[in-house]
């Protein structure tokens, strides 16, 4: 309601929030993006995890490979403008990591990737050999999801490693030339108390990783763990105390020598921030992965084999939402607020129009409520109190928006229509 209702005030009033299904063959677009490709595999399912992913099989996997490489074909056949990055995440890319080389490679026959190539993982799946392999086709970024350095909330959720693997998976990535390891925990567990987030932050930063990320436990409602109710029955950190955590991790971050780079995340100073989700526009390939050309937003089919069927015939989206200016403008300023950071001056770069013109009441707003920092020509900085907000918006738009296209798509992988 709160979130329709200032998308109202926001945007104009013909802006539709609706995705209706597609038949478009592929995709067209005339600017700089950011590619994402989802391997859907893996080999435990945690009952948190939100992200669409099927039990790995080595069959499935080279079929899915054959599609992939179709849509790559597709993209570039079509597309000859510059890239800025590729991400690949999932479920557990790195289960496919003797096919990896051929992928990038096909992307390389166009496009050079190197510097901008970026994999996440779980210490359940690494090796050495796999890093080696994956410093060979050029990796220099790495996510890895630790989650937790505590046994009794890697057993929790379900993860299928324990504290000593992850330990030993961070020293050996260590050795590595990445140009930065993320290393992903989570927060807020059922019952955990501040004097275990501290023992969790105090773990992280004693490998000095070049970033840390501290998501707060999502209980998306079609997740395992949504669902099943002995564990809902358990208590969830009540506001208060998520609230204290996140200034904790915050203080403590800073105090160790990182700088904030989004509201979950921390880089060392002059590392450059692993970040999926913050490209301006980006194209996704593989089921489930989304695109974003600043015209239109679209999500490809989720089911694996609907995915392998269609990729010989046309791009697999099965979902469409078009993008008014008005929109757009909202989108980049969604995201740069999530940065934590709004450079006012590219707005006007990309837009042409100041922005404190079209969302000059938003930073009123934000002022009388404290949650910026600093504001000159450089950009508008947000206040700690403003970082936690942001997240906030963050968990509920993660919580409603999410869900419902990903709950719909569970129920039908060619998905007509879904509502925000
Ligand atoms: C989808 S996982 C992919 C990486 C890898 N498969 C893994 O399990 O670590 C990416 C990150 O999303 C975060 N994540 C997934 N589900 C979450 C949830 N329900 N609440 C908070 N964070 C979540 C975790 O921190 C995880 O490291
Ligand atoms: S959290 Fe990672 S390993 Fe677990 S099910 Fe999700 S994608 Fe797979």
């Not at 478009?24 to 994402?36: H, K, M, P, Q, S």
């Not at 390389?108 to 060979?136: Q, R, S, V, W, Y």
């Not at 969302?359 to 900085?381: C, H, L, N, P, S």
């Amino acid at each position: 309601m709160i979130i329709k209702f200032i998308r109202g005030l926001l945007s104009e009033r013909t802006d539709d929030y609706t995705f209706h299904s597609s038949t478009r063959n592929n995709l067209y677009f005339d600017r700089e993006v950011g590619l994402y490709i989802h391997i859907p595999f893996c080999k435990s399912m945690c009952p948190y995890c939100p992200y669409y992913k099927v039990f790995y099989n080595k069959e499935l996997s080279l079929r899915f490979k054959s599609a992939l490489i179709s849509e790559i074909k597709r993209f570039y056949n079509n597309s000859k403008k510059c890239i800025t990055s590729l991400y690949i995440g999932g479920g557990t890319p790195t289960l496919m990591v003797d096919d990896l080389g051929t992928i990038i490679n096909e992307f390389n026959k166009h496009f050079n990737l190197d510097e901008m190539l970026a994999i996440e993982t779980t210490p359940g799946d690494i090796t050495e050999d796999k890093i080696k392999i994956l410093t060979n086709i050029g990796f220099r970024f790495i996510s890895i999801g630790v989650q937790s350095f505590q046994q009794k909330y890697l057993s929790l959720i379900g993860r299928n490693y324990d504290s000593n693997k992850a330990i030993r998976t961070i020293e050996l990535l260590k050795n590595y030339q990445f140009d930065t390891v993320n290393i992903d925990l989570i927060f807020a567990f059922p019952g955990e108390t501040i004097s275990e987030l501290f023992s969790d932050l105090q773990r992280a930063v004693s490998f000095y990783p070049d970033q840390i990320t501290c998501y707060p436990l999502f209980m998306f409602p079609y997740s395992t763990i949504g669902r099943f109710k002995k564990i809902k029955k358990l208590k969830m950190p009540p506001h208060h105390l998520r609230r204290k955590m996140y200034y904790i991790i915050h203080d403590f971050l800073k105090d160790s020598g990182y700088v904030r780079s989004s509201v979950w995340s921390f880089n060392k100073a002059d590392t450059k921030p692993y970040s999926s989700v913050t490209r301006d526009y980006y194209i996704g390939f593989g089921p489930s992965a989304a695109s974003y050309t600043g015209k239109g937003f679209y999500f490809n089919t989720f089911s694996v084999t609907e995915y392998i069927k269609t990729v010989p015939y046309r791009k697999p989206i099965a979902l469409e939402m078009k993008v008014s200016e008005k929109m757009e403008k909202l989108f980049w300023l969604y995201w740069r607020l999530y940065q934590t950071v709004i450079p006012v001056k590219m707005y006007n770069t990309l837009f042409g129009k100041d922005i404190y013109e079209d969302f000059g009441r938003i930073f009123r707003a934000m002022r009388t409520f404290g949650f910026i920092q600093k504001e000159d020509d450089d950009g508008i900085v947000l206040s700690k109190r403003g970082c936690h907000w942001v997240h906030l918006a963050q968990n509920y738009i993660a919580l409603n928006y999410v869900s419902k296209i990903w709950s719909t798509f569970q129920k039908n992988p060619w998905s007509e229509r879904v509502e925000l």
